[in-house]
């Protein structure tokens, strides 16, 4: 055996020995990682792929723009590719593992300076690896009337990681892809750029105004691996003069439609003041309770019998969740067209300010989120069945009830199919809806892995091909996804690539983007 169990594709054991000591001496022998037991969780992941095959062959931590210049010269010289992360918590979709087994990680922790908080504008500039909970802290410490906006693993994980993969928040900069302004961008050649007005020299509005001049490129590192980002502009939001929550739950499967349109017309005319959520009965449930404590069989949990259990449970088949924001006066009025909308579909319930507990602090449409409440609680839900197996399955529709009835009820059969149940979160914005579903599955079950592997397949082949893409996907699935959105999109990316990193050295297979 060598002295690297793993090596990068193409790269010989010299070559890369060669590479690792140049390596240290950029960044000290101790931040580079190359001792197997050390690398363990660099590859530990949830979805249902073997840790070895996504398995880096080391780590290493740079401190500063001028060393990731340096380690980008070598990692030309010697054809090394690197997957960057920024606190790597991806968690459902490959963690901090790259797509390519032997990429070496470039983990950015090191680099997690809070560079600016801006009083005046709600904006921060920051590196990336700082922490929603490292910013919430410092906002907090110098009293400022600001909410962070992080997503649900928010306090483990950082602005800039989770704005590049597209992610979500609760409050009004829910849309993390719309809620920042201005990137600092180190290129495969080791040009740094800076995206928006940054380049202007004495820039006034580089973390408020995010278009720039030209072409807009900052979509092009979201997603890709055309850059590392070693800073971002973040957008906070102000607090709010109040907020109030709603609830309403529904009997009958085929509600669902009514639940979708009432809330599409009441969030685009801005009654419900941010996205909200439509859970199914059973992720009530699996918050709550590991499956084993109220279902003793194998394979998915028969219709009748989730029926039955809701019903035991005064459980509802949907749960319907938003936020309206500002004074008592506001909510109230707010509060009550939205009840009298809601109630003429016929539910079963319509509750002003849940305070039933059946769901904890976790996201969409619920108060303690939409009010920069930051918690891990949401994560409960990873105990449905045990073994630390999970993938989330992304597809969005449009925000209309027929649509979203019509994926839900796919993604429900094609689980059923592999013998998962169906525990999906559905993200209710004003003209789309992206849905979260689960594959829980315990990974030291070799058929259960194979299932949830093949399940993960079924479910984006089918849900694309039936008009319902993917916006975002687990690490061992990015070629195919590339593949589902057909041929002229991937040329058109690759020909970015080979022009801007033609040594293919900035992470080889993210988004199926390969030189
Ligand atoms: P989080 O821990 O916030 O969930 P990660 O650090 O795991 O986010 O990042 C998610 C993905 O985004 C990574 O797998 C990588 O592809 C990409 N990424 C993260 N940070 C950077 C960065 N600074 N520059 C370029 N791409 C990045």
Request: charged share 20%; proline share 6%; net charge neutral.
């Amino acid at each position: 055996m060598t002295q690297f169990p793993v090596l990068p594709a193409g790269v010989s054991a010299a070559a890369f020995a060669r590479a690792v000591a140049e390596f240290s001496e950029i960044v000290g022998r101790e931040h580079v990682i190359t001792e197997p037991e050390k690398l363990a969780p660099y590859r530990k992941v949830y979805i249902a792929v073997p840790e070895d095959s996504v398995a880096p062959s080391a780590v290493m931590m740079p401190a500063s723009v001028p060393e990731i210049q340096k380690i980008l010269a070598v990692c030309n010289k010697h054809r090394v590719p690197i997957w960057t992360i920024s606190t790597g918590r991806n968690i459902g979709m490959g963690s901090a593992a790259p797509a390519m087994r032997g990429e070496v990680i470039l983990d950015l922790r090191r680099m997690n300076r809070i560079i600016e908080v801006d009083p005046d504008l709600a904006s921060a500039l920051i590196e990336p690896g700082v922490t929603y909970l490292q910013l919430k802290n410092h906002i907090e410490e110098r009293n400022l009337p600001f909410w962070v906006d992080a997503p649900s693993p928010g306090p483990i994980v950082s602005p800039i990681g989770n704005t590049l993969e597209r992610g979500h928040g609760y409050t009004t900069n829910q849309d993390h892809m719309y809620s920042f302004s201005g990137m600092e961008v180190v290129l495969a050649n080791g040009d740094v750029i800076r995206t928006g007005m940054g380049p202007l020299p004495n820039c006034k509005s580089w973390q408020a105004f995010r278009s720039g001049y030209g072409p807009y490129i900052d979509g092009m590192f979201t997603q890709s691996n055309f850059g590392i980002v070693t800073k971002m502009g973040i957008w906070l939001t102000p607090v709010t003069e109040g907020a109030k929550s709603f609830v309403v739950y529904y009997g009958k499967r085929e509600d669902l439609p009514q639940a979708v349109d009432t809330f599409r017309r009441l969030r685009l005319a801005g009654t419900i003041s941010v996205s909200g959520s439509i859970l199914s009965g059973l992720t009530l449930l699996g918050f709550g309770q590991r499956r084993s404590s109220f279902y003793a069989g194998t394979g998915a949990i028969p219709r009748e019998e989730v029926d039955a259990l809701l019903q035991q449970r005064g459980l509802p088949q949907w749960r319907v969740g938003g936020v309206v924001y500002g004074d008592e006066e506001e909510t109230a009025i707010k509060l009550r067209k939205i009840k009298r909308a809601f109630e003429a579909t016929g539910p079963t319930q319509v509750l002003i300010e849940d305070s039933s507990g059946v769901v904890p602090s976790w996201g969409e449409g619920d108060l303690a989120s939409a009010t920069g409440h930051l918690s891990l609680d949401a994560f409960r839900i990873l105990n449905f069945i045990g073994g630390g197996g999970v993938m989330w399955h992304m597809p969005v529709s449009a925000m209309k009830g027929h649509y979203v009835e019509q994926l839900c009820t796919m993604s429900e059969d094609i689980l059923r199919r592999f013998g998962f149940d169906y525990l999906s979160m559905n993200w209710c914005n004003d003209r789309d809806m992206h849905q979260t579903t689960g594959i829980f599955f315990d990974r030291t079950d070799p058929a259960q892995m194979r299932a949830a592997h093949d399940c993960y397949d079924a479910l984006m082949q089918e849900t694309s091909m039936a008009g319902f893409g993917n916006y975002r996907c687990s690490i061992h699935y990015m070629d195919k996804a590339a593949e589902l959105f057909g041929p002229e999109l991937r040329s058109f990316h690759r020909s970015i690539k080979r022009a801007i990193d033609p040594n293919g050295i900035l992470a080889p297979g993210k988004s199926g983007i390969h030189i």
